[in-house]
């Protein structure tokens, strides 16, 4: 089974062919991020234009590398939400256009879904697991009894974890996006600030960011008011040790509440080096399976859309050729 796959649905236009769930023959990423920097964040306009821009050629790269024709392909996949509508549409067209000219099936895919299939160009999945999905837009905890299916059993109440990082980075005036930033300054930092944790001692699954992010620009003023210049290192430093305090424990929580030993950490805060750090100690005490797919699949890519769309394809969860974008799909709706 060979797919080839397509991912638009925010700031990365990517193709990528991939056989049987995990055999990557090609992985073309095109990234916007130096468009939307001078803004500090994803402009959607902006976004859905350079998709059209560089669709084409994605798709095109895609299938050079792999060295493949379009009649080689068993199908086309691509991500059907949730995401920007406008960024989403370009990708669907350009695979529905692509399936209708080669006469090849179209499996719509969730962008989560994707993301937590990254792991799966690694290694096979195993369940029962349990996955810590936090990205850009999401912090969630999904429990999975086997192949697509998708219980969420906590998620953010406010900012996702990938939002956070951003935010306090753009206070301590670091590029877009500040995640990558963060975690580089943080390296020489140390936790001094003890900021909150918030609901880590609560009994939910549920997460909470805001609280955190208010303390970190609070603390920011008073150091303006003051005069004094604060250290930036350790600001970073102590955000990322709450954030990896309430990340760790509250997946630990879930872990033994569900008695489930697989542990999937997933999308591009994923990417993190001391989430990185603190889940492989924890889950090497705990006898914890973990899977933390390479850095380049943890953030956006296609590769991991073809990786989910292997197991759709074989549930035949196909779309036809009215298939449009959705900004919001939930992910309990994928259970096939
Ligand atoms: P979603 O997947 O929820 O729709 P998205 O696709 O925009 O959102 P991703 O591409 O999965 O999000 O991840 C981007 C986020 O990951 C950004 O917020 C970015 O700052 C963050 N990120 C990337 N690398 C790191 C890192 N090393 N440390 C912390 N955050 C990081
Ligand atoms: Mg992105
Ligand atoms: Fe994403």
């Known amino acids: 089974i060979t797919i080839l796959a397509v991912e638009t649905s925010c700031d ?37 234009r350079h998709h059209v821009e560089a669709i084409t050629y994605v798709i095109d790269q895609a299938l ?23 960024a989403l549409l370009i990708g669907i067209n350009a695979a529905k256009t692509f399936a209708f000219v080669h006469d090849l099936p179209l499996i719509p895919v969730h962008h989560i879904a994707g993301h937590i299939y990254a792991a799966q160009l690694e290694k096979p999945l195993e369940f029962p697991l349990i996955s810590l999905v936090i990205s850009g837009g999401h912090t969630e ?20 974890v990938g939002e956070a990082f951003d935010k306090v980075a753009r206070v301590i005036d670091l590029p877009y996006p500040g995640g990558p930033h963060i975690d580089k300054l943080a390296q020489t930092g140390q936790d001094t600030f003890n900021f909150p944790r918030g609901l880590m001692k609560e009994k939910t699954f549920d997460f909470s960011f805001s609280g955190l992010k208010s303390a970190v ?11 004094e210049e604060i250290n930036k290192n350790d600001v970073a430093a102590s955000f990322q040790a709450s954030v990896t305090d309430v990340l760790t424990a509250k997946t630990l929580q879930a872990l033994k509440q569900y008695d489930v030993n697989h542990l999937i950490i997933a999308g591009g805060v994923a990417g993190n080096s001391e989430i990185r750090r ?16 390479e850095l380049k699949f943890c ?11 292997y197991h759709l394809y074989k549930k035949n969860h196909l779309a ?8 919001f799909i939930d992910i309990e709706e994928y259970a096939f």
């Open 12 to 48: 990365e236009t990517a193709a990528s062919v991939i056989r049987n769930g995990h055999e990557i023959l090609s992985n073309v990423v095109v990234s916007q991020i130096d468009s939307h920097k001078r803004f500090g964040g994803v402009v959607p306009e902006v976004a859905s």
């Open 64 to 86: 050079k590398e792999a060295e493949l024709k379009p009649s080689e392909l068993t199908a086309v996949a691509v991500t059907e939400g949730p995401g920007l509508i406008g």
């Open 141 to 160: 905890l999904i429990y999975m009894k086997d192949h697509m299916s998708f219980e969420i059993i906590g998620e953010t109440r406010d900012d996702a």
């Open 217 to 227: 620009i609070n603390k920011l003023h008073n150091y303006r008011q003051k005069g």
């Open 278 to 293: 603190r889940f492989k100690i924890l889950c090497e005490e705990e006898n914890i399976n973990l899977q933390i797919p």
């Open 299 to 309: 953030t956006d890519n296609a590769a991991m859309i073809g990786a989910a769309a």
């Open 320 to 327: 036809d050729l009215k298939l449009n974008g959705r900004n």
